[in-house]
């Protein structure tokens, strides 16, 4: 399994880290920390040189009941950020996390690599043709609604089945415009009760009849610190153990916040295979 990033061909039979950088001010988990642009060049520098191979921004927090942030401002937030970066770290692979079309392509024309879309074109009509014509890796994935309603999208009658009838469909879409480099992300936390979360991951490997690379979204989130009865800043550990059972399942990329810890992994479970 290989995407292009860049005229790079990635390589996903060894599973790929992907670290989160959060510019917004209300993420879940870190928001806020990051919004001088010499913190943000410090925490990709410890990201990257903890071995992370992608490097996730987001300006617009995805977590439920989410502010709404227009799409003016979210460029705004992003386009220096992601200029900066690509100066300092020029051979920098960046994955914008964006449902905008026009925030992806303003994303992609300042050096981002690849479109990571919660809505998997859903939540913006033009977001399809737009990364066809951007010609980059598309991740699309599994989330009812939106970030204000979808918490309370959460009845199925087979949550993986319709899941894989989800990504069929959107999967046909995307290959009907033209796009060849398709991830799908579960999205966890997305649409999904406390117990779907973990029915989901615990089917994780019935995604590869899709034939497609997986990732997984695991990191810090109420699926892990709801369980333990702490806090995502208590969550790592929890992480690690969920990311693990994510490779075996057959994860191709883990989106973290912690880098250190999921390379860590990865490195523990290949010595399985």
């Known amino acids: 399994m290989n995407i292009n990033c860049n005229g790079n061909l990635i390589d996903l039979s060894t599973p790929k880290v992907m670290g989160i950088l959060n510019v917004t001010p209300n993420s879940f988990y870190d928001g806020g920390k990051h919004k001088e642009i010499n913190s943000i060049i410090h925490q990709v520098d410890k990201m990257l040189s903890e ?27 992003l386009v220096p950020i992601v200029k900066s970066l690509v100066e300092t770290f020029p051979n920098i692979i960046l994955s914008v996390d964006t449902f905008r079309a026009q925030v992806a392509k303003a994303s992609v024309e300042n050096g981002v690599a690849m479109v990571n879309d919660i809505a998997a074109g859903l939540l913006d009509d033009k977001m399809l043709e737009t990364v066809a014509e951007l010609k980059v890796p598309y991740i699309m994935m599994h989330m009812r609604g939106n970030p204000q309603t979808m918490q309370s999208l959460t009845q199925y009658d087979d949550i993986v089945k319709e899941m894989i009838f989800y990504f069929s469909e959107r ?26 979360n973990y029915e989901v991951l615990h089917k994780m490997e019935l995604f590869e009849m899709l034939e497609l690379p997986l990732l997984a979204g695991i990191s810090r989130k109420s699926m892990i610190y709801k369980v333990l009865e702490n806090s995502p800043q208590e969550a790592l550990n929890g992480t690690s153990v969920l990311n693990t059972i994510a490779l075996q399942k057959g994860a191709k990329i883990l989106r973290v916040h912690d880098v250190k810890e999921a390379v860590e992994c990865i490195k523990l479970v290949s010595k399985l295979k």
């Open 51 to 77: 071995g992370a191979d992608f490097i996730d921004i987001g300006a617009y927090s995805s977590k439920p009941s989410a502010e709404f942030v227009s799409e003016e401002e979210e460029i705004k937030r």
């Open 171 to 196: 999967i046909q879409k995307a290959r009907s415009f033209g796009i060849s480099d398709i991830v799908i992300d579960p999205g966890f936390g997305f649409a999904k009760t406390l117990e779907q």
